[in-house]
Nanobody, 119 residues
Framework: VQLVESGGGLVQPGGSLRLSCAASGSIFSINAMGWYRQAPGKQRELVALITSGGSINYLDSVKGRFTISRDNAKNTVYLQMNSLKPEDTADYYC??????????????WGKGTLVTVSS
């Protein structure tokens, strides 16, 4: 199973970016997909999570600015980030809680994509 992220980059404060993460491989089911981020010198934190049932959670500091969505048919999760701030600068990691056939569910991680918000 692989998680491949795309969409990071450099953007000015107030700008927007859209991150995508596609899960591929031998997947039986996906319980939840989400985005975490880690800034230099800080712990990794959950930014947004969406479950297979459609429940969504956001980090308080991104509520109203970020939107997570999911395409179940494509095993893909998106993060639309608007009104970006310099403090949003971080490596963003895709996460999926999923099951491969015959195996218990576990967490999988992408390699990360860098988002830099700077003028």
């Amino acid at each position: 199973v692989q998680l491949v992220e795309s969409g990071g980059g450099l953007v000015q404060p107030g700008g927007s970016l859209r991150l995508s993460c596609a899960a591929s491989g031998s997947i039986f089911s996906i319980n939840a997909m989400g985005w975490y981020r880690q800034a230099p010198g800080k712990q990794r934190e959950l930014v947004a999570l969406i479950t297979s049932g459609g429940s969504i959670n956001y980090l308080d500091s991104v509520k109203g600015r970020f939107t997570i969505s999911r395409d179940n048919a494509k095993n893909t999760v998106y993060l639309q980030m608007n009104s970006l701030k310099p403090e949003d600068t971080a490596d963003y990691y895709c996460n999926a809680l999923l099951r491969e056939p015959g195996l218990p569910r576990r967490d999988y991680w992408g390699k990360g994509t860098l988002v830099t918000v700077s003028s």
